[in-house]
């Protein structure tokens, strides 16, 4: 268990929705990153956010966005879906000074049909 | 961030020791080398991390030669559990305090019987 939780663990649904995703990061951990791992691309980094504000993007399409709350929990938002969106969907947490330590979560599985 | 290479794929049996190689000829002063372990299904696991020389925790040991253009993860006498992919990665540690981590195909390890 790396101390970082994710909600909901898996999610079906339909082209066209939207759906968020939830991430906990560790207790002390300031930075929260996202990733999405699907079969053909393999894990991709989309966005960090640090301290509540956006530090670096990866390549996270427009119909994606997220940000992350004064409680440090971050939410990941996926409009517009289409059936390519179906992946797992990564949280990882790090603490200050040691990003490049990260804790990943156990995931979001999104199938979108 | 320099590109990293690695194998794609390695077979063992129990009990043996693992070695796996990963070239970084583009690694620069202030980059890191860190491994991570996924299982099917999981996040990413943080296994070692290292700047030079060897480095070495419960799990695992790092040999990083003088030049840094490459480095080996060595994995003592896996076992079936140990069957995952592993990716090495070059992450760099800037003075704002972040970083991302670019994960590339990573090397699939089968431990056999």
């Known amino acids: 268990d790396s101390g970082v939780t994710q909600t909901p663990k898996h999610l079906i649904t339909a082209t066209g929705q939207r759906v968020t995703l939830r991430c906990s990061p560790r207790s002390g951990d300031l930075s929260v990153y996202w990733y999405q791992q699907s079969l053909d691309q393999g894990l991709q980094f989309l966005i960090q956010y640090y301290n509540g504000e956006e530090r670096a993007k990866g390549n996270i399409l427009e119909r994606f966005s997220a940000q992350q709350f004064p409680d440090l929990h971050s939410e990941l938002n996926l409009s517009s879906l289409e059936l390519g969106d179906s992946a797992l969907y990564f949280c990882a947490s790090s603490r200050p000074g040691a990003q490049e330590t990260q804790y990943f979560g156990p995931g979001t599985r999104l199938l979108v049909l | 961030l320099a590109k990293t290479t690695q194998p794609i794929s390695m077979d063992s049996y129990e009990g043996q020791e693992v070695n796996i190689t990963c070239s970084h000829n583009n690694i620069a002063t202030n980059d890191y080398i860190t491994w991570y372990q996924q299982f099917p299904s999981q996040g990413p696991r943080f296994i070692i991390q290292?700047?030079?020389t060897k480095v070495t925790n419960e799990v695992a040991s790092l040999f990083i030669p003088a030049d840094r253009k490459s480095s080996t993860l060595s994995l003592p006498r896996v076992s079936l559990s140990d069957t995952a992919v592993y990716y090495c990665l070059v992450a760099r540690a800037l003075t704002s305090g972040y970083s991302t981590l670019t994960f590339g195909k990573g090397t699939m390890l089968l431990v056999s019987p």
């Open positions: 290292g700047y030079k």
